[in-house]
T-cell receptor
């Protein structure tokens, strides 16, 4: 059974600081996704990582994937208040077929002025 | 706006009752996924349909059922409701028609179910 672990689960950081969220998963996969969720809202897709060594950046967020270590990171650079949200990583099974994703528990990020 | 439409947005009902949640996927998407989000269980995959047929099943209770219709919209039926069924239910669709298919899921706004 695929398990996805995120840490930390809660993160309070000051504006302007850098931090990294970690996502470990238990079985082989080459499909890793990051989503953002604001309170009571839908999940917004941030990054799709489909190969070992993949790195994607959007604004102050950068995501990477190491399939050998079964690890993805979401790095936040110079945080701003607008980044406050819950961030989920999700892993898909390898191979063709169903694309149901297994989600981590999420990291609730609070950026404090 | 992801293009995935869910109704109703909010639903309050009593224990023992039955409700139906509806989802319209993005135009052209053949796959529909249902997820349940609760504080204690997080985001749990329930079931997937592809072009009208069940494709994968997750942690879906026997009291719950789903189907996908010829026009590709899907319904999730929840019966004999219990207090613990209170949650946010999300529908997502995936772009199987895009090349390459990244497997990215696009989520609707969710249906918040409260069982009293």
């Amino acid at each position: 059974e695929l398990k996805v672990e995120q840490n930390p689960l809660f993160l309070s950081m000051q504006e302007g600081k850098n931090y990294t969220i970690y996502c470990n998963y238990s079985t082989t996969s080459d499909r890793l996704y990051w989503y953002r969720q604001d309170p009571g809202k839908s999940l917004e897709s941030l990054f799709v990582l489909l190969s070992n060594g993949a790195v994607k950046q959007e604004g102050r967020l950068m995501a990477s994937l190491d399939t050998k270590a079964r690890l993805s990171t979401l790095h936040i650079t110079a945080a701003v208040h607008d980044l406050s949200a819950t961030y989920f990583c999700a892993v898909g099974p390898s191979g063709a077929g169903s694309y149901q994703l297994t989600f981590g528990k999420g990291t609730k990020l609070s950026v404090i002025p | 706006d992801s293009g995935v439409t869910q109704t109703p947005k909010h639903l309050i009902t009593a224990t023992g009752q039955r409700v139906t949640l509806r989802c319209s996927p993005r135009s052209g998407d053949l796959s529909v996924y249902w997820y349940q989000q609760s504080l204690d269980q997080g985001l749990q995959f329930l079931i997937q349909y592809y072009n009208g047929e069940e494709r994968a099943k997750g942690n879906i209770l026997e009291r719950f059922s789903a189907q996908q219709f010829p026009d590709l919209h899907s319904e999730l039926n929840l019966s004999s409701l219990e207090l613990g069924d209170s949650a946010l239910y999300f529908c997502a669709s995936s772009g199987v028609l895009t090349v390459p298919n990244t497997g990215e899921l696009f989520f609707g706004e969710g249906s918040r179910l409260t069982v009293l």
